[in-house]
Nanobody
């Protein structure tokens, strides 16, 4: 059974940092990709970062590039977030096998339950 479990969310002050974790299990990690998405209240879910475990390629959206870093250690996937802003407040999800279609990020794979990140002073 495929399973993704996020953790590490919380309340952080603007300018602060946070590292989210995603524990993946139940599928062949080395032949899949993992992505991080987020959804803010009243907004659509948006892609942030993707790591392709087959070749190691990494992709970021403009929202994440320069401030967020995706990485992997065995079955754990991380999203290091720096210089956080109030607009980064959202529920953050990891997902299996996301796709980038014409610049649009989408995933029909398994999703975790999400972890809340709140950026506020």
């Amino acid at each position: 059974q495929e399973q993704l479990v996020e953790s590490g969310g919380g309340l952080v002050q603007p300018g602060g940092s946070l590292t989210l974790s995603c524990a993946a299990s139940g599928f062949a990690l080395d032949y899949s990709s993992i992505g991080w998405f987020r959804q803010a209240p009243g907004k659509k879910r948006e892609g942030l970062a993707l790591i392709n475990n087959v070749g190691g390629s990494i992709f970021y959206t403009d929202s994440a590039r320069g401030r967020f870093t995706i990485s992997r250690a065995k079955n754990m996937f991380y999203l290091q977030m720096n210089s956080l802003k109030p607009e980064d407040t959202a529920v953050y999800y990891c997902t299996k096998d996301p796709s980038i279609l014409g610049g649009y990020w989408i995933s029909f794979g398994s999703w975790g339950q999400g972890t809340q990140v709140s950026v506020s002073s």
